[in-house]
C-alpha cells in the first residue's frame, strides 16, 4: 500500500490565517492526490481532486498544490466553518486507495 | 441532484454477517463506479472496495481476505457491501462514495450518510 504522511496532526489558527498542510507520499504518486474535508459526524466532502483542481462549489480560498511525493493544502484566509479534520486520499494505486492519518483543525 | 442513501444501524454478534445498501439517485448508477470506505472511531478512512462502472466488477482490500461481497441491484439503482465473519474490529462507520475519474485521478465526489455497524457480543 501507498503510505500517506500529513503533517500537522493538529492545529490550531485564527479566523483570517493563512493555514497550510502537508501531505507526502512513500512513493510517486504524480498528481493521483485529493483532498477531503470531514466535520464530526458527518461524511467527508471533496475540496480538490487530482491535487490541485478546486471541486465544484468550495471556496476559492481553498487551494492546492504538488507532484510527486509532495503536496500542500491551503486556506488562504481561514473562515469559521473551516474546522474539522483534513484528509488527503491517493488513488495512484487505484483501486487500492489510501488516505492519510488526518489534520485536525481547530478554530481559536 | 446526486444522492446516496444508506441502510441504517447494525448491531452484530462476531462471527455474524452484515448487509449495507446504498441507493442512488439523480444519476445512472451504471455510470460510475461505487466505493465503500469504512472509518473506525477516532481513525482515518479505509477504503473498503469497489464494483466498477459498465460491466460491475468488483474487488475488495486484500486486508478482508474475501470477506467482503460488493453487488449492485441495477433497476434497483442500489450497490450492496456485505461483511461476513465479523470482528469487533470491524465496528465502524462504512460509506459509500461514487468514485469519479477525472485526469486519471479517482475522487470520491458523493458519498453517502454513514452506516454504523457495531459488532460486539
Known amino acids: 500500500d501507498i503510505q500517506l504522511t500529513q503533517s500537522p496532526s493538529s492545529l490550531s489558527a485564527s479566523v483570517g490565517d493563512r493555514v497550510t498542510i502537508t501531505c507526502r507520499a512513500g512513493q510517486t504518486i504524480i498528481t493521483y492526490l485529493n483532498w477531503y474535508q470531514q466535520r464530526p459526524g458527518k461524511a467527508p466532502k471533496l475540496l480538490i481532486y487530482a491535487a490541485s483542481s478546486l471541486q465544484s462549489g468550495v471556496p476559492s480560498r481553498f487551494s492546492g498544490s504538488g507532484s510527486g511525493t509532495h503536496f500542500t493544502l491551503t486556506i488562504s484566509s481561514l473562515q469559521p466553518e473551516d474546522f474539522g479534520t483534513y484528509y488527503c486520499q491517493q488513488s495512484y494505486s487505484d483501486p487500492l486507495i489510501t488516505f492519510g492519518q488526518g489534520t485536525r483543525l481547530e478554530i481559536k | 441532484q446526486v444522492q446516496l442513501v444508506q441502510s441504517g444501524a447494525e448491531v452484530k454478534k462476531p462471527g455474524a454477517s452484515v448487509k449495507v445498501s446504498c441507493k442512488a439517485s439523480?444519476?445512472?448508477?451504471?455510470?460510475?463506479?461505487m466505493h465503500w470506505v469504512r472509518q473506525a472511531p477516532g481513525q482515518r478512512p479505509e477504503w473498503v472496495g469497489w464494483?466498477?462502472?459498465?460491466?460491475?466488477?468488483?474487488k475488495s482490500s486484500q486486508k478482508f481476505q474475501g470477506r467482503v461481497t460488493i453487488s449492485r441491484d441495477t433497476s434497483a439503482s442500489t450497490v450492496y457491501m456485505e461483511m461476513s465473519s465479523l470482528r469487533s474490529e470491524d465496528t465502524a462507520v462504512y460509506y459509500c462514495?461514487?468514485?469519479?475519474?477525472?485526469?486519471?485521478?479517482?475522487?470520491?465526489?458523493?458519498w453517502g450518510q454513514g452506516t454504523l455497524v457495531t459488532v460486539s457480543s
Open positions: 439523480g444519476y445512472t448508477l451504471t455510470n460510475y463506479a
Open positions: 462514495a461514487r468514485g469519479r475519474v477525472i485526469f486519471g485521478v479517482v475522487n470520491f465526489d458523493y
Open positions: 464494483i466498477s462502472n459498465g460491466n460491475g466488477n468488483t
